[in-house]
């Protein structure tokens, strides 16, 4: 039998339920009176990509971006209104009345944040969707590309490809990724490790302050264009457009991903993996995903272990590679794939039998991370011994059907080694030997429960602790976790509180972000669980 304590919980949230509605009533008719007085003469033409929840498209626009479904249920928290601009008198328009009337803006272009905060809070707010700046313009004989950051990386790859197979933009492996929010937590894919990450590649930006200012590189200063190309998104203003560099892929790259399981000495593999991969030429990507099956042989629980690479070049170089670096995988000659750059892009996402056409779709079909789910990460820069991976797979096989767990362990080295810990605020570079992206996944009717997925996740994080990074535990801002830190939902967060987390994501480079966020946003308007707090809050 539940005690008053209990209770006090869900007093809490149906009180504070009730002053959130009435609070955002009138903030809400307040909100868009300041809307249609910005530019009157616009007005008409600015109204058709208002939504509020009395739109018959309200829900259908909310969740066409909503890639985790526990962020969808009933008791979330919805935008008061939605704003998907078509220009950029829209976004400043809809910063200065979200200012004007107390209200959080919250931006995204693809959805993919692992904690909703691009389309979730817990105080009254309102939801910048950048779907419709999503314009790709090529310059081949420049090697450049300006990129709005509504579009997906999906999109960037087909435009570009469209123009050039040889050239190509260092984006994220799932194609429904939107490229905003991509960069700023500084984004990595197949080509990270001979290009850095897309943040590495950016030359120059088109930005909106708390102020509606319209800033590019040279009037933003090299402070603020260092903050946002790695910073995270949603702490100094929106990026609505970023000029990037192209980069050089071959006419044929080649592919393999074999499965290994316990019975099939995965274990010594993967150990001997974690010596190999970091060490391997800068034109191979190498990623071990792991999760727990059904084994043909007896029926019992087992453990996989698939080791992927996607090599820039031919069979005929990679081939001899591997049998000098990895003997042991025994990869059989045709175990190797070769495809064009495009259409390793598609074989990654589960897409190899659809057409290029397929990549511009935004729809969640297909997704990498389909379902609800939760996620963590870690950076390793000693190898693990045996004995840890041994207890990494008696967690695994904890699971039950009713879920599925996935350890993606994604090697570093290359060029991510030459590359200071400084340039960007992205710290993770020389001395890390790979980095680990924990999931769980769980079917949509769980939502009612989810804690006993999440708990799980907690335990397993808790265990890894020992054999990964220390002082502080890093942790990658685009796998964003709210279980690292957050700050308070009214945004009045002190710098220590912030550093908790700021530091697991940044290193040292966090001071450095307060610092620029106490130039460009001293009354932190931009903010959210796990933004960056101006120096005095």
């Not at 040279?218 to 990037?244: C, H, N, P, Q, T």
């Not at 950076?379 to 096989?397: D, F, N, T």
């Not at 992206?437 to 265990?463: A, F, K």
Request: some cysteine; proline content about 5%; hydrophobic content about 35%.
């Amino acid at each position: 039998m539940k005690s008053l304590h209990d209770c006090l919980p869900l007093l809490f949230v149906v009180v504070f339920s009730l002053s959130w509605v009435n609070a955002s009533a009138n903030s809400n008719d307040y909100f868009l009176d300041c809307l249609s007085s910005y530019h009157p003469d616009e007005f008409t033409s600015f109204s058709k990509v208002i939504y509020t929840e009395t739109n018959s498209s309200y829900s259908a626009v909310l969740e066409s971006s909503t890639r985790n479904p526990k962020f969808s249920t009933p008791n979330t928290p919805k935008p008061l209104v939605i704003v998907t601009p078509s220009n950029i008198s829209h976004v400043q328009a809809t910063i200065h009345c979200s200012k004007k009337h107390g209200l959080q803006i919250r931006t995204r272009s693809g959805g993919h944040d692992f904690e909703g905060l691009s389309y979730v809070s817990q105080v009254p707010f309102v939801v910048i969707d950048l779907v419709h700046f999503r314009s790709i313009d090529v310059d081949v004989k420049k090697e450049e590309a300006w990129i709005q950051s509504g579009a997906i990386t999906g999109e960037v790859y087909y435009r570009i490809n469209e123009r050039t197979t040889n050239l190509t933009f260092p984006g994220a492996l799932c194609h429904t990724v939107g490229i905003g929010g991509f960069i700023s937590g500084g984004g990595y894919g197949f080509l990270f490790r001979k290009y850095g990450l897309a943040a590495d590649n950016v030359i120059d930006a088109q930005f909106v302050d708390a102020n509606g200012r319209v800033l590019d590189r040279r009037l933003m200063g090299e402070d603020l264009f260092w903050a946002i190309r790695g910073g995270g998104g949603g702490s100094f203003g929106i990026v609505l457009s970023w000029k990037v560099k192209l980069v050089h892929v071959p006419s044929t790259v080649t592919v393999f991903s074999v499965g290994r399981t316990l019975e099939q000495n995965a274990t010594q593999l993967l150990h001997r993996w974690q010596y190999v991969a970091p060490n391997l030429p800068n034109d191979v990507y190498s990623l071990v995903s792991i999760s727990s099956m059904n084994s043909t042989e007896n029926g019992e629980r087992t453990v996989l272990a698939t080791f992927t690479s996607v090599f820039q070049g031919v069979a005929d170089e990679l081939i001899p590679l591997m049998q000098e670096r990895f003997p042991e995988l025994g990869l059989l000659k045709e175990d190797y794939i070769e495809m064009t750059w495009i259409e390793s892009i598609l074989f990654w996402n589960q897409l190899s039998n659809e057409t290029s056409e397929i990549l511009l779709d935004r729809s969640n079909r297909n997704s990498l991370v389909p379902l609800s789910y939760k996620s963590k990460s870690d950076y390793v820069r000693k190898p693990m011994p045996e004995i840890a991976l041994q207890g990494l797979w008696s967690r695994l096989l904890e699971v039950n059907e009713t879920s599925t767990a996935v350890v993606n362990i994604i090697s570093y080295g290359g060029k991510m080694d030459e590359i200071p810990e400084t340039e960007t605020p992205f710290p993770h570079r020389k001395g890390t030997l790979y980095k680990i992206n924990y999931n769980i996944v769980w079917q949509e009717e769980e939502n009612s429960n989810p804690q006993r997925y999440i708990s799980w996740m907690r335990t397993l994080y808790s265990y890894m602790g020992p054999f990964v990074s220390k002082s502080p535990r890093a942790a990658y801002v685009n796998y964003r976790d709210l279980d690292i830190g957050r700050n308070n939902d009214d945004g009045k967060t002190r710098y220590k509180q912030a550093s908790v987390w700021g530091r697991k994501y940044f290193k040292n480079n966090f001071d450095r972000l307060v610092y620029v966020k106490t130039k460009i946003d001293p009354e932190n308007f931009f903010k959210h669980e796990q933004s960056i707090p101006p120096r005095f809050h």
